[in-house]
């Protein structure tokens, strides 16, 4: 099948706002969607992470550098602060090139992320 461009959506939470605990849970997301997917850092076109307001002590992109990410393109964003949205929640969306098909595409939500998209495939 030919490379196409898909998109991945990903998201976990976080019981503290501090640097250890963003990394690990970012480092577990990311490695959880490239596994499931087959992903190689390569097949990579960019990152958009998003954090909720009450997550300021690090930047979910440092955490995918740490894991050998740096020269994917990564950017930070805002979440909306929504009343009643999850708190301590980060969220992910990959570009990325691969031969699966958008059914084929495993969306990875972990930890107190789990429930939010509930309507998509495992």
């Known amino acids: 099948m030919p490379l196409s461009v898909r998109a991945i959506r ?4 976080v019981d503290a706002d501090d640097i250890g605990s963003i990394t690990e849970r970012v480092v577990a997301l990311l490695q959880q969607i490239m596994e499931r997917n087959g992903l190689a850092e390569v097949d990579i076109i960019s990152i958009l992470f998003t954090a ?3 997550i300021v002590s690090t930047f979910p992109a440092t955490a995918a550098r740490s894991i050998g990410l740096g020269a994917v393109p990564l950017i930070c964003a805002r979440e909306l602060a929504v009343v ?26 972990l930890e107190g992320a789990r429930g939010l998209r509930d309507d998509l495939p495992d």
């Open 84 to 109: 009643g949205s999850v708190p301590r929640c980060i969220r992910v969306m990959l570009h990325v090139e691969t031969g699966r098909t958008r059914d084929d595409i495993h969306h990875v939500y």
């Open 10 to 13: 990903g998201a976990t939470t």
């Open 52 to 54: 909720t307001e009450d």
